[in-house]
């Protein structure tokens, strides 16, 4: 079955760069049509879509926040990495990575992963 | 970016009740690409409805999706204890983006 695990560091200061990591198992990332994205939602409010990696390593990010974005895929390993910089105290929310299938909603998602910012 | 925005942000509602929620988008919606999924405290979202009213695997018939365009419906006919959580669209045919949300609570 689809499960993906989100993991990285809980608190993280201001200025700094956040490195997660989406583990999952079920499906390949080099299958034709298969996507991963990052979602976020900061607590209390509602969900944001981040960016996204596709099977053929087609990269998409959020207008608002692609110059912090980097999204990468390491095949072998089924894993998907998010990196963001410059880490500010609104970034924080609980970060989640979910599956999709070209063209299609979010099938399945992690349990997320909670960033705290602070110093 | 397309705009979605749903509405009521709070319904009460009664174990049995019919909910009825709404989620309105700033332009047409490609391919009745509008999806609703559910949250339960402390949980992810849970994809219910995609295509804006195929169900996806698993998700009881009570639960139906409607729309086209600009305006689309999530409806649950009878409400179980289970169900009273927030409530998401999301469109996939221009990027990607979600609405604000709807809590369904128990009156």
């Known amino acids: 079955q689809v499960t993906l695990r989100e993991s990285g560091p809980a608190l993280v200061k201001p200025t700094q760069t956040l490195t997660l990591t989406c583990s999952f198992s079920?499906?390949?990332?080099?299958?034709?049509?298969?996507?991963v994205s990052w979602i976020r939602q900061p607590p209390g409010t509602a969900l944001e879509w981040l960016a996204r990696?596709?099977?053929?390593?087609?990269?998409y990010y959020s207008t608002s926040l692609k110059t912090r974005l980097t999204i990468s895929k390491d095949t072998s390993k089924n894993q998907v990495i998010l990196t963001m910089t410059d880490m500010d105290p609104v970034d924080t929310a609980t970060y989640y990575c979910?599956?999709?299938?070209?063209?299609?909603?979010?099938?399945?998602w992690g349990p997320g992963t909670l960033v705290t910012v602070s110093s | 970016d397309i705009v979605l925005t749903q509405s009521p942000g709070t319904l009460s509602l009664s174990p049995g009740e019919r909910a009825t929620l709404s989620c309105r988008a700033s332009?047409?919606?490609?391919?009745?690409?509008l999806a609703w999924y559910q949250q339960r405290p402390g949980q992810a979202p849970r994809l219910l409805i995609y295509?804006?009213?195929s169900r996806a695997p698993g998700i009881p018939d009570r639960f139906s999706g409607s729309g086209s365009g600009t305006d689309f419906t999530l409806t649950i006919s009878r409400l179980e204890p289970e169900d009273f959580a927030v409530y998401y669209c999301?469109?996939?045919?221009?990027?990607?983006?979600f609405g604000e949300g709807t809590k369904v609570e128990i009156k």
């Open positions: 079920g499906f390949s990332l080099s299958t034709n049509g298969m996507c």
């Open positions: 999301q469109q996939y045919g221009s990027s990607r983006t």
């Open positions: 979910a599956r999709m299938i070209y063209g299609g909603p979010f099938d399945y």
């Open positions: 990696v596709n099977w053929d390593d087609h990269k």
């Open positions: 295509g804006a009213s």
């Open positions: 332009q047409s919606v490609t391919n009745r690409y």
